[in-house]
């Protein structure tokens, strides 16, 4: 470095990574704002013993031309200070009224404090990585003020945008600054009055005028900067001057309107973890269509859906790759629907989240109703709706058929001939798909809603006329379905399990996942190919298209053959189901009880099946993106087919369709991929929080929250879901791909989801630590008649692998009898 380049002014001095945030900041405003003459001191410039010498002559020529016979300020520059994240306020050493010929020992004791532990404790509580680094100096012009403060250009405590809030003193405003002193406060509105003024002294420090004058400029350097600033400033004979302005990094909420709340307790068990974001943008787009139609089906007049697409458009979010719900926009979807101020309870309901909204904020987007006539108003669109319902009831069977039908024919194409297709073929598939299945969602929504009625209202009455046992009698009357297709795979598991059982050698090899050993067996070889025909794409995380799936990596579905193989002792006894005569006295109320529960069984079945076609749908997608990852590699646009799940839906249609953005997919894939990495290495964040202002800035240093488990000692209480008792040693298992459960174990898990099914034909029962009565696990136990207990908060780290436990599923119990053994 030259001597010359050691001193940075005008446009040089304008890059933080030279003249440090405070320096860089500065140089604009002198273009533009009044500023006492100043120049930057290059970090560079300085070693352990002061200026170096090649930089003393640069610094005697600055300090020449500001004026020898004045006084300056020499204050410190880092190159992350007065950053919007982190200001590093009063981290570095600054020194008033220095005299020209001690300007290098003073810029040598500012630049020394870049390397004290008070600055490094300070970065470490504010989380930023790296070595703290030396900041560059300012040397300026001191100014003979007669009046001095600070100014923010909005509001520091409510956010209010419409407010100046000033500090003032008589003099320079160091002490004001280092809280030794006190200053007037003034609030100025937009058009420069004041709206409030407290003095310290006899007489205000500040005219009305002058006042006006530093709101006026707070603003300028807010719109010159394009975020709320934090201006120093003082007045002297000449008027008044700027003598920083950095961006304010503490800037509260400015209303309620700019808080997004995060949930992901119910969405977590579709897209757990880190999330694609090829992933992200496809269940974005599903979520947006498919809820906008939804509105339509239940009364939203047509107008009214497209004012609000942006809610809709935003219903999901992604937070370090995960997926939650915005919640708030959830519930102002809602609001759009008839009756939602009269129901909201029930309403609230649908979307299954742990924690309501505070009632506040609900209020504020739907405000209760009051009104005797507004609430028959109401109540009468709800009745509507209901009518509505009731048409759908009555022809539900036949919206199925219909939808099975367009599925069918959409899904018609072979495999094979998906893989070899050209990517213009491939968009043009999957534009088929949007316009003839995601648009029309139809029976899927309509059951969905009929399913959680039914059961709703089957389980209120149950509950209300008899108790936990009334509870438990439906829990029971669900059992038993075997057209639910949620159980097969199990069934099917279990038969090819009989067909080596006492085949040492084959189960061996096909616990170590060894395709070729069903090869053994005819009939095993013909049972396994159904099964991945039908259930290949039924995999773990089945609806985040970066899961490999069985068609891929079948090795899950060959151990839990070779675990079915394995002869296992009955392990549970299960209690006679109570007659309905002995838990309901009333005829009319059985009448009912018999009718709610049959409607109730119908629309669980259905949604569980419905699902399925949900999971053939994202196996279609899934296909068709894999493809066309395949012709973009071997265009030489991507490195791996695989490198597609790093990229948008819109970026890989655009780069079919002529509407990319940017030519190079391998950068930014590449970028994204690095990206992943990251996320995956940090914890969760937790399960709910809030967001105030712009979302990127709101979510940095978020961590997980640990889930505490229920304090109840060695027996705890969660939702029983099927009936029987069983005692035996429990397994932990976070990721089914890569853990089994040996045959009479306890499966304990977070959540399962349909691809967990391999795992479930092995087990003696299940708890799960998240779920509800209609819950795939709580589905797939019933019907697979093993006890069942959900909702189990904290139980994956209650529990251990090994602990030997007594599960009742018919009183929802858990009770731990030993611990964990070597």
């Known amino acids: 470095m030259t001597g010359n ?37 290059a970090a560079e410039a300085f070693d352990d013993n002061g200026l170096k010498a090649e930089a003393r002559a640069s610094v005697n020529e600055g300090i020449t031309r500001l004026g020898r016979g004045g006084r300056f300020a020499v204050r410190s520059s880092g190159r992350e200070e007065d950053g919007a994240d982190s200001a590093h306020a009063g981290q570095f050493e600054t020194e008033l009224n220095v005299a020209a010929d001690g300007v290098a020992a003073a810029a040598h004791r500012v630049w020394q404090s870049g390397f004290s532990e008070t ?3 300070y970065r470490r509580a504010k989380g930023l990585s790296g070595a ?48 030794e002193a006190d200053g007037d406060s003034y609030r100025v509105a937009v058009n420069g009055g004041t709206i409030e003024a407290e003095r310290v002294g006899d007489e205000f420090v500040l005219s009305e005028a002058e006042r006006s004058q530093v709101a006026a400029m707070a603003r300028r350097a807010a719109e010159y900067f394009g975020s709320p600033q934090d201006i120093e400033w003082a007045f002297d004979g000449a008027g008044l001057h700027i003598l920083q302005s ?37 269940a974005r787009y599903v979520y947006s269509h498919v809820y906008q139609a939804f509105a339509r089906l239940m009364g939203v007049p047509g107008k009214n859906v497209e004012e609000h697409r942006a809610v809709f458009e935003n219903m999901l979010g992604r937070v370090d790759g995960r997926v939650y719900y915005n919640l708030l926009n959830w519930y102002r979807g809602l609001a759009l629907f008839p009756g939602f101020k009269a129901n909201r309870a029930f309403m609230e309901g649908m979307m299954g989240v742990s924690e309501a909204l505070p009632q506040e904020m609900a209020d504020r987007i739907a405000p209760p109703t009051t009104d005797g006539g507004e609430k028959f108003v109401d109540n009468l669109k709800f009745a509507r709706v209901g009518l509505g319902l009731i048409w759908h009831q009555v022809r539900i069977e036949v919206t199925i058929r219909e939808f099975y039908e367009r599925l069918n024919d959409a899904l018609a194409r072979p495999d094979k001939e998906i893989d070899a297709m050209p990517a213009v073929a491939l968009a043009a598939e999957y534009r088929l798909l949007e316009r003839r299945l995601l648009a029309k969602w139809d029976a899927p929504l309509v059951n969905d809603f009929l399913c959680m009625i039914a059961f709703g209202a089957a389980q209120k009455s149950m509950t209300s006329w008899a108790g936990d046992d009334g509870l438990a009698f439906l829990s029971n009357m669900l059992i038993g379905q075997g057209d639910i297709v949620s159980a097969e795979p199990a069934r099917m598991i279990r038969e090819m399990g009989a067909v080596v059982r006492g085949k040492p050698e084959v189960i061996s090899r096909l616990g170590a996942g060894d395709v070729a050993a069903v090869n053994a067996f005819p009939d095993l070889r013909d049972a396994f190919d159904r099964y991945i025909a039908k259930f290949g794409d039924r995999c773990t995380q089945e609806l985040k298209l970066e899961s490999r799936t069985l068609h891929e990596d079948p090795a899950q579905v060959l151990k839990a053959i070779a675990a079915a193989a394995v002869t296992r002792e009955g392990v549970r006894t299960e209690e006679a189901p109570k007659d309905l005569h002995l838990l309901v006295e009333d005829p009319l109320k ?22 399925f076609e949900r999971t053939r749908l994202f196996g279609r997608v899934r296909r068709i993106f894999l493809a066309f990852g395949a012709r973009l590699t071997e265009a030489g646009v991507l490195d791996d087919r695989r490198d597609v799940f790093n990229l948008t839906v819109e970026e890989l249609l655009g780069a079919v369709e002529g509407a990319a953005i940017t030519a190079d997919l391998r950068a930014l894939s590449r970028m994204r991929a690095a990206e992943w990495k990251a996320q995956l290495a940090r914890p969760d964040p937790p399960e709910r929080f809030s967001v105030s202002g712009v979302h990127i800035s709101g979510v940095a240093g978020l961590s997980a929250q640990a889930v505490a488990a229920d304090t109840g000692g060695e027996t705890r209480k969660g939702l029983a879901c099927c009936k029987g008792i069983v005692t035996a040693k429990v397994r932990v298992i976070e990721d089914p791909r890569v853990e089994a ?28 630590e998240r779920g509800s009565l209609l819950s795939h696990s709580a589905i797939v136990a019933r019907e697979m008649g093993v006890p069942c207990v959900v909702s189990l908060k904290g139980v994956t780290q209650w529990l251990k692998t090994g602990d030997t436990v007594r599960l009742d599923g018919g009183a929802g119990t858990v009770e731990r009898i030993t611990g964990q053994t070597g």
Not at 263 to 271: A, L, R
Not at 594 to 603: C, D, E, G, P, Y
């Open 132 to 179: 703290p680094q030396p900041p560059a100096v300012i040397v300026q012009v001191m100014v003979e003020a007669r009046a001095a403060g600070v100014a923010f250009s909005a509001d520091p405590v409510t956010g209010d945008r419409d407010v100046v809030v000033i500090s003032a003193i008589a003099g320079l405003a160091d002490k004001l600054a280092g809280g």
């Open 741 to 768: 459960l040996a045959p009479g174990e306890i499966l304990v898990a977070r959540h399962t989801d349909p691809g967990w099914i391999a795992v479930f034909a092995n087990a003696a029962g299940v708890i799960a």
């Open 246 to 282: 950095r961006p304010i990094t503490t800037l509260a909420k400015a209303s309620d309107d700019d808080i997004t709340i995060w949930d992901n307790s119910n969405i977590v068990e579709s897209y757990p973890g880190v999330t694609s974001p090829l992933t992200f943008s496809f």
């Open 590 to 611: 059985r009448m009912l009880g018999r009718w709610l529960m049959s409607w109730a069984k119908a629309r669980v079945r259905d949604r569980e099946n419905l699902r």
């Open 119 to 121: 600055l490094a404790a």
């Open 5 to 41: 380049s050691f001193i940075l002014t005008g446009e040089p001095a304008m890059f933080a990574n030279a003249a440090g945030g405070k320096g860089a900041a500065l140089a604009k405003l002198a273009a533009t704002f009044p500023v006492p003459a100043f120049f930057v001191i």
